[in-house]
Every structure is written in structure tokens, then in C-alpha cells.
């Protein structure tokens, strides 16, 4: 097969794989209701202007900008649905499963050349033959990925930052091997890019420089680096006082409190299959056959891969393994000494290294343990999708709101057990235009309830910047809703509290991860109430 020919299969075969990738993210994009933290997405986008986030006049307590103003157009542009908010986001993960092909094939490629014992034309050719089957193999892995998949479904920022990573890695692998300025102005461009989207791309960026250090050519790729980085500073200086606000902001760097343990430990687990093989409610049999699957599939193919790249391109092997390592050892050193601050999501930042190394690990296996590892990822893979399309993993707002809003009246108040959960409430009581005169956004804090210490919104708009005691304005409601999810307190605590006021359940209904309990003060009751 000549050159061309090759190339163009090879891109045919990238190109049936994006589609594949691209059907399973859009299959059923609006199919979940929206939850908190893309109902937050879609309030900060709508309710700013570009330069308010970009100078953080309007920031959240976490991120960077750049997700939000891109959120904002792309929102202009595709409606305000719950496929429209999350229509970018899909895109994005579409785009990086052809720059993830185009990634493993140069690595790939260099691998074989550098262990091929042929010499010239034929040595070249198998390596390129290698290289093409190695980017395929993690194109498909990427578009198939259960991770992958639910990030691209969903209105935040990690399917845009796996997408940027993953072009950036490309462009850092290219300048490394040539030290061209030019390659580096577009390589110092992206990490800029990067920089404004999360965090966790700074351990990305270390990751490089460890890469940069053990280069062979480290003598002048590490001052030429260095400058590189100092242009990237520059790019992000606008940013910084932000930053520093957002880090002073009391409680801000405890991200998990007691379950940041858990969010490690799962970290393997969820890169391979997902979060819906088995997670915290599945039973410990189906939680092993997750751990055993991450473990051949996965797992033992990256390590090999791994180590194949760092006995033939040192600095590239570097590179990779700071990719997966550093966003999860760093925050775990952090964990262990100040304060919870990972989640696996953050962590999703090394995704892409993580699959890479998968598929130049799984050319590398002897035939047998490749068929094993294979028809593993094959069954985990299958069966975490499976799950993924029938089962619900987002909180129920959309089934909630319908409930909750449909007899919003004067003599109605809606509460909600958490200040947050008044956002994706009124994301459907905006879309349907029906939203209550009256809500408050409860304060339990883990403690059984004497009072009603709320935030009030008053017609959707938020009226106090601290929780407030309103035990009487609220008791003065003939009816009373309250919705739950995933509370500090059980529904009965709240029952108790309420009967105390003159008040009896009469309706309870369960949505996924919600309930809403109606309550209605009887007279009989309320004149016992002393």
C-alpha cells in the first residue's frame, strides 16, 4: 500500500470513529434533566457579559473564566435546552477524538522507529504502520469512553479542557522535537488557553516541564521553555486578582470534605468504565469486577505502554506519566497535609495520556493477554454505557420542578433543603415561565432544625447575601413545599420541625436523588402549637 493510499485510510478509519464518538454523545444529549452545577453554568453565562467573567467582576468560587464565556455564546447560538446548554460540551469531546488519534500515532510512531532492528525505508514504514494502528486504537477507546461520554453530556468545563490538553500535548510533543519558535508560539498560545479553563491544567504544565528536563536536547529546550512560559504568564496576569480572591474565600480549598478519600481511591476505576459499571450504592461483587476490569483493560496496558515510551523517548514517557500522575498525587500530598481539593473530574484532565498509554500498551501485549485485555474493556465498556442510556445519573429537577411549580400560588412557599438547589429549580421555572413569587433556599447545615434560616429569592431573584431568619414570614403559609436533594437532614426531621407548627405531611413524592414533601397547616394542630 503506498503513502496516500495509507493516509487516507487512516484517516477514513479516524473519521468513522469520531462519527461513532459523536453519535454516542449526541444519542440522548437532552435525555437528563439539568442539575446543579450546570444550572449554575447556564445562570453565571446568561447573567454576565464576556468582560465581566474575563476580569471576574462575575466569577464562581472555583474556575477560571474561559468555560463561561464560551458557555454564554455557544448557549446564544444553540438555545437554552437542556441539549442546547450542553451542545459545546459535546462538540468538544467529538473534536479531541481525531487530535487523540493524531497524538498516540506521533508517539507511537517514534517508539517503533527507535525499536525496529530494520534499517532505512522498511524500518520507517512499519513504525508508520504501527504508529496508524496505535492512534486508531485511541481514538476508538476516547469516543467509546464512559467518562468521556458523560463529561461531553454535561454543561461544564472538562470536556473543552480534554479537548485543549490533548491539542496543546500535540503541539508541546511537535515543539519538543523540533525547538522551533514558531511551533512554540502556538504551543505557548494553547497553554495560555488551557490556563483559563481549570486549575488542575497546571499539573499538566508541570508535567511538561519534567518532560522539557529530560529531553536530550534539555540544554536549550529548558531556557526556551521557560521562555514560552513566561509569555503564558503574561497571558494569565489578567487573572490573577481574581485568583487570589477565589482562594481567600473562606472555605473554598475543601472541595469533598470526608469523601475525597473515596474520589481517589475510585480515580482508576472511573477512567476505565465510568461512574455507572458501579459506584458508592452498587454492592461490593459488582465493585470488584469494576476494579478487576480497570485492572486488566486498562491499567495493565497503560503501565506497559508506559514503560515502552520511556525506554524509547524518554522525555515524551516523562511527559505522559507526570500527565496522569501529577493531577492526582499533588492534590492526594495536599489531602493528606491541608485540605481536601480532588475530585476525579479534576482529575479527568489526564484522560486522554491515560488512554494513550492504553492503546500503545495493548499493541505491545503478546497476543493472548491482548485478546484478555481487549474483550475486558470490550464487556466494561458495553455494560457502563448500557447503564449510562437507562439509568438516571443526574438529580431529578426536571420532574421535580413540574411538581413543585405547577401550584406556585401566594399561599404557597417552595423551600429547597440547600441555598444551591434554588439554581436548577429556577432554570425550569424560567424556561416555562412559571416562577414562584416566593422561595427560600434552607440553611440545615447538618443540624436538626429550630428555625427556618433561609436565603430568599423574591420572583426568581436573590434577595439576601447571607441566610436570614425567616421562621415566621414562612410559617405564615397555609402550604408549605419542600424539596430535598441528597439532604443534610432526613425527610422526617423536617416532618417533626413542622408538626411542631401546626403543620401535617400530606404528599410525598420521590424523583431520582429528590423527593418533595407537601405540607399544610391544619387548624387543630396549629392551635396546640405553643
Same mark, same amino acid.
Given at each position: 500500500m503506498?503513502?496516500? $493510499?495509507?493516509?487516507r485510510t487512516w484517516w477514513l478509519g479516524v473519521l468513522l470513529i469520531t462519527c461513532a464518538g459523536a453519535a454516542l454523545r449526541l444519542a440522548d444529549l437532552g435525555g437528563q434533566s439539568v442539575w446543579y452545577d450546570e444550572a449554575y453554568s447556564s445562570r453565571i453565562a446568561s447573567n454576565s457579559t464576556a468582560w465581566e467573567l474575563f476580569t471576574g467582576q462575575h466569577r464562581d468560587s472555583g474556575n477560571p473564566p474561559l468555560y463561561y464565556i464560551a458557555h454564554r455564546w455557544s448557549a446564544m447560538l444553540f438555545g437554552d435546552s437542556e441539549a442546547g446548554q450542553r451542545m459545546f460540551a459535546a462538540l468538544c469531546g467529538v473534536l479531541t477524538i481525531p487530535l487523540l488519534a493524531g497524538l498516540a500515532r506521533a508517539l507511537a510512531s517514534g517508539i517503533f522507529r527507535s525499536s525496529l532492528p530494520r534499517d532505512g525505508g522498511e524500518g520507517t514504514e512499519a513504525a508508520r504502520v504501527e504508529g496508524n494502528i496505535v492512534g486508531l486504537i485511541a481514538a476508538a477507546l476516547f469516543a467509546v469512553s464512559p467518562l468521556s461520554v458523560e463529561l461531553s453530556n454535561e454543561a461544564r468545563t472538562y470536556s473543552l479542557v480534554h479537548l485543549v490538553v490533548t491539542l496543546n500535548a500535540l503541539?508541546?510533543? $511537535?515543539? %519538543?522535537?523540533? %525547538?522551533?519558535? $514558531?511551533?512554540? %508560539?502556538?504551543?505557548? %498560545?494553547?497553554t495560555g488557553v488551557a490556563c483559563y479553563l481549570h486549575y488542575f491544567v497546571v499539573f499538566f504544565i508541570m508535567a511538561q516541564g519534567l518532560a522539557v528536563i529530560a529531553a536530550p536536547q534539555r540544554g536549550r529546550a529548558v531556557w526556551r521553555w521557560c521562555v514560552l512560559m513566561l509569555g503564558v504568564a503574561v497571558m494569565w496576569a489578567p487573572w490573577v486578582p481574581a485568583f487570589l480572591a477565589q482562594v481567600r474565600t473562606p472555605g473554598n480549598l475543601s472541595r469533598m470534605g470526608e469523601a475525597w478519600k473515596l474520589q481517589f481511591a475510585s480515580t482508576p476505576v472511573v477512567f476505565a468504565v465510568g461512574r455507572t459499571f458501579a459506584w458508592r450504592e452498587a454492592g461490593r461483587v459488582l465493585l470488584g469486577l469494576a476494579g478487576l476490569i480497570a485492572v486488566i483493560g486498562f491499567c495493565m496496558p497503560a503501565l506497559i505502554g508506559w514503560v515502552k515510551l520511556l525506554r524509547t523517548r524518554w522525555a515524551e514517557g516523562v511527559f505522559l506519566g507526570g500527565w496522569i500522575a501529577l493531577p492526582v498525587l499533588i492534590p492526594l500530598a495536599v489531602a493528606l497535609t491541608l485540605s481536601p481539593i480532588y475530585h476525579h473530574r479534576y482529575g479527568s484532565v489526564g484522560l486522554p495520556a491515560f488512554l494513550c498509554l492504553v492503546a500503545i500498551g495493548l499493541v505491545w501485549l503478546p497476543r493472548s493477554v491482548r485478546s484478555v485485555a481487549v474483550l475486558a474493556i470490550l464487556l466494561g465498556t458495553s455494560y457502563s454505557l448500557t447503564n449510562y442510556y437507562r439509568q438516571p445519573l443526574k438529580d431529578d429537577w426536571r420532574g421535580a420542578s413540574e411538581v413543585l411549580l405547577a401550584d406556585a400560588g401566594a399561599d404557597r412557599v417552595l423551600l429547597t433543603d440547600q441555598d444551591s438547589e434554588v439554581l436548577p429549580l429556577l432554570y425550569y421555572a424560567r424556561r416555562h415561565q412559571t416562577v414562584p413569587p416566593r422561595l427560600y433556599g434552607l440553611n440545615t447545615g447538618g443540624k436538626t432544625p429550630q428555625k427556618l434560616s433561609a436565603v430568599r429569592y423574591q420572583d426568581g431573584t436573590k434577595q439576601d447575601a447571607d441566610f436570614v431568619d425567616y421562621t415566621a414570614e414562612i410559617l405564615q403559609s397555609p402550604r408549605i413545599s419542600l424539596a430535598l436533594c441528597v439532604p443534610n437532614q432526613p425527610l422526617d426531621t423536617h416532618r417533626v420541625f413542622f408538626e411542631q407548627h401546626g403543620y401535617r405531611l400530606v404528599h410525598e413524592r420521590t424523583f431520582y436523588r429528590i423527593t418533595v414533601a407537601d405540607f399544610e397547616r391544619v387548624p387543630e394542630l396549629s392551635a396546640k402549637t405553643p
Open positions: 503506498t503513502a496516500a $493510499r495509507a493516509s503541539l508541546f510533543v $511537535r515543539w %519538543l522535537s523540533s %525547538l522551533n519558535w $514558531r511551533d512554540g %508560539l502556538f504551543y505557548m %498560545l494553547t
